[in-house]
């Protein structure tokens, strides 16, 4: 079993940044893929960003590329999102979620075995 939980989201006015960040236990954390989705009101589930289970490889939705950056420190057992340049848009819970791969980490949903609770980020215009 590997435990997630995120922290660092809140309320920013659009323009603005925040870094979330999520930390492991249990397993080792360095053998899994680690990604971050988001879920706005009324919307489905999407992905965000991931992370290869070494750092070097990541992977971003378009709508996030040149705004988001995610990176790793397996030392640290953490995962972190920084995000620039917010848009109302953005506005949504995130999850941090895991799964053991030492391929190119996945953009689909169910390719996760293991989820954060959540962190609400709220993007004010």
């Known amino acids: 079993q590997v435990q997630l939980v995120e922290s660092g989201g809140g309320l920013v006015q659009a323009g603005g940044s925040l870094r979330l960040s999520c930390a492991a236990s249990?397993?080792?954390?360095?053998?899994?893929?680690m990604g971050w989705f988001r879920q706005a009101p009324g919307k489905e589930r999407e992905f965000v960003a991931a992370v290869s289970w070494y750092g070097a490889l990541t992977n971003y939705a378009d709508s996030v590329k040149g705004r988001f950056s995610i990176s790793r420190a397996n030392g640290k057992s953490t995962v972190n999102l920084q995000m620039n340049s917010l848009k109302p848009e953005d506005t949504a819970v995130y999850y941090c979620?895991?799964?053991?791969?030492?391929?190119?980490?996945?953009?689909?949903?169910?390719?996760?075995?293991?989820w954060g609770q959540g962190t609400q980020v709220t993007v004010s215009s």
């Open positions: 249990g397993r080792t954390f360095s053998n899994y893929a």
């Open positions: 979620a895991a799964y053991f791969t030492r391929s190119i980490p996945s953009s689909y949903e169910g390719s996760y075995d293991y």
